[in-house]
């Protein structure tokens, strides 16, 4: 918890030591759509610097697929949010300012059904919707625009937790943190309400939301209090369940069988979560005496810790029994596949990539596996032909081009290498090292025309974006 708040410090040290709160229109204590975006561009910026994040890309794309299943059906279809995942095994998810959510591990592992997971997702794609937080801001009418600004860095804070917010407010009075929390559980009964339509235009079950409740309920009675920081944001008053259960009532009952991949993702942050030798015991014991809700998230587990602990045969068996007893899907392949390349059978491993990117062309596990692997069995040629195959589709992709930068660093070519150095800065939200990146792309001398007039527009491009964050005044 402690890396992820120390963020929200810098962050407000960010704002405050660049004299954010001159930013945007005077006259209103509104927060423009500009600086909406700034904001939300330094929140991932921050976060994007965080070891607490988890960047497993299987992972990601299943929460950003889920997502986006729900933004399509919500409010505002066209809105662009941003998510992020939080290695704390504490239930919570908070939205943000500037369109961006982060998700605790501990909620993955906390749902019990998939709706269990889309109705939380649901719940704060609502609050972003309802634009909860800017307009709670813009309220503040005797609030100047500057404590506006601090108020919104506290809010953040708050958000995220609680209780490092009352120590921190940073200039705002613990009083108007108070008040801002308040205005919160006001907003709650809205954000369910028009979470829950979204839930349900999703094709999810609605009961996903009271089940949550419950979830949070034992959570908190059993396991320590794990439950609290989502609580405290969004507080569970009698009243609000109340109103979710009579909304529930309008909806025809639905069975719904979650998707393999959300046991898998489960299974996944299982192994890679937490003392690795404990859960592999707590796995083995479940499966002996069958005690669990789904046996492949099981088994997928501890295939996943016998090959981080190289105990291949045993790995080996559960990987046969997943493909023996569970439906095809890709991450049983990349699981596989990540077998083969641990046992060094690389010549295998890039075959079965192969033949499964013909599957799953926009499965980006198995483009960054492919292109690595061919980078480290020096065909380099290979690499880039794949990655340029891809870069359109994943045109905001920063690891794509990181891979980009290392092909062709191999090859010795320096303007490429750092042109896509830049371009993995930029959609890293770190612009600063974008430009500078950039820069040295032009120095570098040894591209041919178009290469060069292509990087020059670009880091003109980059330079006008930031006149637009720190001019706008
Ligand atoms: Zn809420």
Do not use: C
């Given at each position: 918890m402690r890396k992820i708040l120390l963020i929200f410090i810098f962050f407000s040290h960010f704002v405050l030591a660049n004299n954010l709160?001159?930013?945007?229109?005077?006259?209103?204590?509104k927060i423009s759509e500009n600086d909406e975006i700034f904001i939300g561009r330094q929140i991932l910026f921050q976060v994007n610097q965080s070891?607490?994040?988890?960047?497993d890309i299987e992972i990601k794309d299943y929460l950003d697929l889920l997502a986006r299943r729900l933004i399509n059906v919500?409010?505002?279809?066209?809105k662009r949010i941003e998510f992020f995942i939080v290695?704390?095994?504490?239930i919570n998810a908070f939205a943000m300012l500037g369109g961006v959510i982060g998700v605790h591990t501990g909620l993955f592992l906390a749902a019990n059904s998939e709706s269990e997971l889309a109705s939380v997702l649901s719940h704060e794609i609502a609050h972003i919707n309802q634009k909860h937080i800017s307009r709670f801001l813009a309220q503040?009418?005797?609030?100047?625009y500057q404590s506006t600004f601090v108020m919104a860095i506290a809010l953040l804070l708050a958000r995220s937790n609680p209780q490092l917010a009352s120590t921190t407010m940073a200039g705002a009075s613990a009083g108007s943190v108070q008040g801002a929390l308040d205005f919160t559980r006001e907003n709650e009964k809205e954000a369910d309400r028009v979470g829950i339509q979204t839930l349900n235009n999703a094709g999810f079950d609605v009961r996903g939301a009271r089940d949550f409740f419950e979830t949070l309920k034992k959570a908190n009675q059993f396991?320590?209090?794990?439950?609290p920081a989502f609580l405290q944001t969004h507080p569970i008053t009698s009243s609000r369940i109340n109103d979710i259960e009579s909304r529930l009532k309008d909806f025809p009952y639905k069975q719904r069988i979650d998707s393999q991949t959300f046991h898998y993702v489960k299974g996944k942050l299982k192994a890679l979560l937490g003392d690795r030798s404990d859960t592999k015991n707590i796995l083995e014991e479940n499966i002996k005496n069958k005690i669990y809700i789904n046996e492949g998230e099981e088994r997928f587990a501890l295939a996943y810790i016998y090959l981080m602990n190289n105990e291949f045969e045993k790995s080996q068996e559960q990987i046969q029994w997943l493909f023996d007893n569970?439906?095809?899907?890709p991450m049983t392949s990349q699981l596989y596949i990540n077998y083969l390349t641990k046992i060094k059978k690389f010549t295998e491993a890039k075959k079965l990539y192969e033949e499964n990117l013909n599957y799953y062309p926009s499965n980006r596990s198995f483009v960054y596996g492919l292109a690595d692997l061919y980078l480290k069995t020096q065909e380099t040629e290979k690499a880039i032909k794949l990655l340029k195959k891809n870069v359109r589709r994943f045109?905001?992709?920063p690891i794509l081009y990181k891979l980009f930068a290392k092909g062709y660093s191999n090859q010795g070519k320096k303007l490429l290498q750092y042109e896509n150095l830049a371009e993995a800065a930029y959609y890293n939200f770190n612009l600063q090292e974008a430009i500078i990146r950039m820069d040295l792309a032009i120095k570098?001398?040894?591209?041919?025309f178009y290469q060069k007039s292509r990087v020059e527009s670009r880091l003109k491009q980059f330079q006008r974006e930031r006149q637009i964050y720190t001019n706008n005044k």
């Amino acid at each position: 918890m402690r890396k992820i708040l120390l963020i929200f410090i810098f962050f407000s040290h960010f704002v405050l030591a660049n004299n954010l709160p001159e930013l945007g229109d005077y006259s209103s204590s509104k927060i423009s759509e500009n600086d909406e975006i700034f904001i939300g561009r330094q929140i991932l910026f921050q976060v994007n610097q965080s070891d607490s994040i988890i960047r497993d890309i299987e992972i990601k794309d299943y929460l950003d697929l889920l997502a986006r299943r729900l933004i399509n059906v919500s409010t505002d279809p066209t809105k662009r949010i941003e998510f992020f995942i939080v290695n704390d095994s504490s239930i919570n998810a908070f939205a943000m300012l500037g369109g961006v959510i982060g998700v605790h591990t501990g909620l993955f592992l906390a749902a019990n059904s998939e709706s269990e997971l889309a109705s939380v997702l649901s719940h704060e794609i609502a609050h972003i919707n309802q634009k909860h937080i800017s307009r709670f801001l813009a309220q503040q009418e005797r609030a100047s625009y500057q404590s506006t600004f601090v108020m919104a860095i506290a809010l953040l804070l708050a958000r995220s937790n609680p209780q490092l917010a009352s120590t921190t407010m940073a200039g705002a009075s613990a009083g108007s943190v108070q008040g801002a929390l308040d205005f919160t559980r006001e907003n709650e009964k809205e954000a369910d309400r028009v979470g829950i339509q979204t839930l349900n235009n999703a094709g999810f079950d609605v009961r996903g939301a009271r089940d949550f409740f419950e979830t949070l309920k034992k959570a908190n009675q059993f396991s320590g209090g794990a439950a609290p920081a989502f609580l405290q944001t969004h507080p569970i008053t009698s009243s609000r369940i109340n109103d979710i259960e009579s909304r529930l009532k309008d909806f025809p009952y639905k069975q719904r069988i979650d998707s393999q991949t959300f046991h898998y993702v489960k299974g996944k942050l299982k192994a890679l979560l937490g003392d690795r030798s404990d859960t592999k015991n707590i796995l083995e014991e479940n499966i002996k005496n069958k005690i669990y809700i789904n046996e492949g998230e099981e088994r997928f587990a501890l295939a996943y810790i016998y090959l981080m602990n190289n105990e291949f045969e045993k790995s080996q068996e559960q990987i046969q029994w997943l493909f023996d007893n569970q439906k095809t899907n890709p991450m049983t392949s990349q699981l596989y596949i990540n077998y083969l390349t641990k046992i060094k059978k690389f010549t295998e491993a890039k075959k079965l990539y192969e033949e499964n990117l013909n599957y799953y062309p926009s499965n980006r596990s198995f483009v960054y596996g492919l292109a690595d692997l061919y980078l480290k069995t020096q065909e380099t040629e290979k690499a880039i032909k794949l990655l340029k195959k891809n870069v359109r589709r994943f045109s905001n992709d920063p690891i794509l081009y990181k891979l980009f930068a290392k092909g062709y660093s191999n090859q010795g070519k320096k303007l490429l290498q750092y042109e896509n150095l830049a371009e993995a800065a930029y959609y890293n939200f770190n612009l600063q090292e974008a430009i500078i990146r950039m820069d040295l792309a032009i120095k570098a001398n040894d591209g041919d025309f178009y290469q060069k007039s292509r990087v020059e527009s670009r880091l003109k491009q980059f330079q006008r974006e930031r006149q637009i964050y720190t001019n706008n005044k």
